[in-house]
C-alpha cells in the first residue's frame, strides 16, 4: 500500500517559512525561526554533532517526521541552496528527487542519501518517490514554490506546521498564490510545547 505524501515546515506567526531567497538560508532570522529544532536531540544524533540533547514531545516530532519518510522531493533551488550548506553526509538519508529542467546524473551522498534530478515535471517526480518510498510516506521537503504546486495539483494528503514565536515581516509566504478554490482542510491534530506549537491537517478537495 502507497503511502500518503505530506509537507512539513516550520512557519512564522505572520505566515513566513524563510526569511527571503535561498541565499539568506542559515542567516540570523532563518535561525531564529528554527530555534526549536537546534537543541533536539534527534536533530543532533542526525546531523552527527554529538550525543546529547532535549528529548520530549519536540523531539518525538522530529524524529517521527524523519521515521515516516521514505522518500523526498525538492526544488532546484532548496538543492542549490542545500548543496552549499549540508555536510557530506547530507541529512535525508533516502533518495531525494530534484525537480529541475537542468539534466545530472545522479549524486550520491554517504550515508544513503541519492540526490535523482527528474526533469520532466512534479508528477514524474512522485510518481519515481512513491516507488523508491514502498510503503512508507513522500515528503515534499520544499522549497515554498515546489510545495504550493504540489498543493494547487492536488497531490498532498497531508501536511504540518510548526508555528514558531517569531515575526519576520518579509520573506517567503507558504501560501501565497494557493489555489483555495480547490483545497479544503480537515484538522488532524494540535500540540504545544514551551517553544512552538504543532498542528496538522488532512487536504481534501472541494
Keep these: 500500500m502507497a503511502g500518503k505524501v505530506f509537507f512539513s515546515v516550520t512557519m512564522s506567526l505572520d505566515g513566513f517559512i524563510a526569511p527571503g531567497p535561498p541565499e539568506r538560508l542559515m542567516g540570523q532570522r532563518w535561525m531564529e525561526l528554527q530555534q ?13 554533532l554529538g550525543e546529547g540533547g532535549e528529548e520530549g514531545r ?26 552549499k550548506m549540508w555536510p557530506e553526509e547530507a541529512p ?3 533518495p531525494v528527487h530534484v525537480v529541475t529542467h537542468t539534466e545530472r546524473a545522479p549524486w550520491e551522498r554517504p ?3 541519492t540526490f535523482h534530478f527528474v526533469n520532466d515535471g512534479v508528477e514524474t517526480a512522485l510518481a519515481a518517490a512513491r516507488e523508491a518510498a514502498g510503503d512508507r510516506d513522500v515528503r515534499i521537503a520544499g522549497g515554498g514554490a515546489t510545495i504550493l504546486e504540489y498543493l494547487n495539483a492536488g497531490l498532498v494528503d497531508e501536511f504540518s506546521i510548526t508555528l514558531s514565536p517569531v515575526l519576520l515581516g518579509s520573506g517567503i509566504r507558504l501560501f501565497d498564490g494557493v489555489d483555495a478554490s480547490r483545497v479544503a482542510l480537515e484538522p488532524i491534530r494540535s500540540e504545544s510545547s514551551a517553544r512552538v506549537t504543532h498542528l496538522t491537517y488532512a487536504v481534501r478537495r472541494r
Excluded: C, Q, Y
Design 58 to 83: 519536540d523531539n518525538d516530532i522530529a524524529r517521527e517526521t524523519f521515521e515516516r519518510t521514505g522518500a523526498s522531493i525538492m526544488g532546484k533551488r532548496m538543492f542549490d541552496a542545500g548543496e
Design 36 to 48: 526549536w529544532v537546534f537543541p533536539l536531540r534527534f536533530f543532533r544524533e542526525n546531523l552527527k
Design 111 to 113: 550515508g544513503g542519501t
Design 92 to 94: 535525508f538519508h533516502t
